[in-house]
């Protein structure tokens, strides 16, 4: 069982920048896409971005897109999403989650296809 622990979140002002930190547990995960998802109360968890076991591809939501970046240590079993020119639309609990699939062909944005997840970091920001 693979247990993920975020971190960095906070609240800032609009234009401001967080980067946020999830470390997993296992080092299996260096096989495995991870992401980043979020979610606010009453609406289902978006997908904000993930990147693929060996760092070389990512992707994005069109709503981050240019300003969020995600990357990855393995060395660490760490990955980061940088979150730059946030906006109050980006309020939200932001969770880290591992794709269970080993080294898959393409990166999915459906949280259906994610197994394990952490239990979130409140980013809040203000206008």
């Known amino acids: 069982q693979v247990q993920l622990v975020e971190s960095g979140g906070g609240l800032v002002q609009a234009g401001g920048s967080l980067r946020l930190s999830c470390a997993a547990s296992?080092?299996?995960?260096?096989?495995?896409?991870m992401g980043w998802f979020r979610q606010v109360p009453g609406k289902e968890r978006e997908f904000v971005g993930a990147?693929?076991?060996?760092?070389?591809?990512?992707l994005y939501a069109d709503s981050v897109k240019g300003r969020f970046t995600i990357s990855r240590d393995n060395a660490k079993n760490t990955v980061y999403l940088e979150m730059n020119n946030l906006k109050p639309e980006d309020t939200a609990v932001y969770f880290c989650?591992?794709?269970?699939?080993?080294?898959?062909?393409?990166?999915?944005?459906?949280?259906?296809?994610?197994?394990?997840w952490g239990r979130g970091t409140q980013v809040t920001v203000s206008s």
């Open positions: 989650t591992v794709d269970p699939r080993v080294r898959p062909a393409q990166i999915a944005d459906s949280h259906s296809i994610y197994k394990y």
């Open positions: 990147v693929d076991w060996n760092g070389d591809r990512t």
């Open positions: 296992e080092r299996t995960v260096s096989k495995n896409v």
